[in-house]
């Protein structure tokens, strides 16, 4: 007979093979046309791919899933203004398939923001170059249109930030939980050297210190919630500033 104690280890340790398995993490990031190879040019996270929730959002993990964002070592990413960057989040840091992109649960918005290397992500530095949530044309979240295309997302690199080196910071929010006990972040940061002519220094903000725990965005549920959904965070940066 098979004991109760056994089947119970079982069912725990499948419950969290499981829960593992539902986080994500960004794999590599790269130029249109160019290679995504496995952690180049990354800052990689000593969180693996779980997430951070509302009672993490000021600990400094929150800039990157990392302790630090010291970028002494890493080579940057060159990347013209205009170009187009690619993100692409897999389960885990494997030889990944399609299907192990993300839970189709996990609907939610992406967001990327850049911030000087020189900074290091310390103090008001922050600004958010990318949003987007929900589309009701396709009824499809940002992260699900991520997995629907192997875990890609892609953005345009302003034309008029000043040319630097810079932590890009991509990241996913899922809000399956959010109205229970919460949004689950998986923010992951690069580094990467932007080429051009612009002359734009946009205003920063402070990684930890954008999201509250009580910001309307990060407590809805993805079938539950107001159109426009409200993206929490920083604005985007101003163009015309």
């Not at 295309?149 to 302003?158: E, L, M, R, V």
């Not at 050297?193 to 210190?209: D, Q």
Request: with cysteine; aromatic share 8%; charged share 15%.
């Amino acid at each position: 007979m098979v004991s109760f104690c056994f089947i119970r280890a079982v069912v725990l340790a499948t419950t969290s093979a499981f829960l593992v398995n539902a986080h994500t993490q960004l794999y590599a990031f790269g130029v249109e046309g160019g290679s995504l190879t496995k952690n180049a040019h990354m800052l990689v996270t000593n969180m693996g791919n779980a997430p951070l929730r509302l009672t993490t959002l000021n600990d400094d993990e929150l800039r990157c899933r990392s302790k630090s964002t010291d970028t002494t070592g890493i080579t940057p990413l060159t990347v013209a203004a205009g170009s187009t960057l690619s993100f692409k989040y897999y389960h885990a840091h494997t030889v990944a398939n399609s299907h192990e992109v993300l839970p189709s649960s996990h609907s939610g918005p992406c967001t990327v923001h850049l911030a000087p290397a020189s900074s290091n992500g310390e103090g008001d530095v922050w600004f958010k170059i990318f949003e987007e949530s929900y589309d009701p044309k396709t009824k499809e979240w940002c992260a699900i249109k991520a997995r629907n295309n192997q875990g890609i997302f892609s953005i345009k690199i302003p034309t008029d930030i000043k040319p630097d080196t810079y932590i890009v910071r991509s990241e996913l929010i899922a809000l399956h939980q959010g109205a229970s006990t919460g949004a689950q972040l998986y923010p992951n940061c690069g580094l990467i050297t932007i080429t051009g002519t612009g002359k734009l220094e946009p205003k920063g903000y402070p990684i930890p210190g954008i999201y509250s725990s009580t910001d309307v965005g990060l407590n809805m549920d993805r079938k539950d919630f107001t159109t426009p959904y409200p993206i929490p965070g920083a604005p985007m940066y101003n163009a015309k500033s």
